[in-house]
């Protein structure tokens, strides 16, 4: 990875320590994993999308947590991209990878272009590999409905574009239904 792919992954961790989240840093890192995948020749912007795309999360709280309405989504991936930015500009990294990772994330749940896509499929992915399970249980406790739980893992999952991400995800899917049922 490079410099400031790391400076990136190091403030998304921080983030996340202090505000009590430490479960979801390993979201961010498959994302980006997830992303060398599906493109392997991935750029600097695309990376660092993946590992800070949920960034809003750890200064908002989990407020957006299980949700698919379109407004919501939007409002987290606006926030989400202007919080990166802000760092970015930060660091004093160039407008262009700033408005190309704003581009990315702001993006992220809804897709769009290739770069779009691959980066909200590497990320389903990585929600299935490291959160479904978990939140399966958590969003129970809290009150969520098995079917509005199941909704969300159907619609993370149908919301999936390449054929190679969904066979990649299938059997994670398949897995956090099961532990959603059993409970």
Not at 101 to 120: A, P, R, S, T, Y
């Amino acid at each position: 990875m490079t410099q400031l792919y790391d400076k990136v992954e190091e403030f998304v961790k921080e983030s996340f320590i202090n505000a009590g989240k430490e479960a979801s840093i390993k979201h961010f890192i498959r994302t980006a994993y997830w992303i060398n995948v599906l493109k392997p020749v991935a750029d600097e912007a695309l990376l660092v999308s993946g590992v800070a795309h949920d960034i809003e999360r750890s200064f908002n709280g989990d407020w957006v947590k299980c949700s698919t309405n379109p407004d919501i989504l939007n409002k987290h991936q606006d926030l989400s991209a202007a919080k990166i930015a802000e760092f970015l500009k930060s660091l004093h990294t160039g407008s262009e990878l700033i408005d190309r990772v704003k581009m990315l994330v702001g993006h992220h749940e809804d897709g769009g272009n290739d770069d779009q896509n691959i980066l909200k499929d590497a990320d389903s992915i990585s929600y299935f590999e490291n959160q479904a399970s978990r939140h399966a249980i958590e969003w129970q406790k809290k009150g969520k409905s098995v079917e509005d739980i199941k909704n969300k893992f159907d619609y993370t999952f149908n919301k999936i574009t390449s054929l190679k991400a969904r066979q990649i995800a299938k059997p994670m899917y398949n897995d956090a239904i099961k532990k959603l049922t059993k409970n």
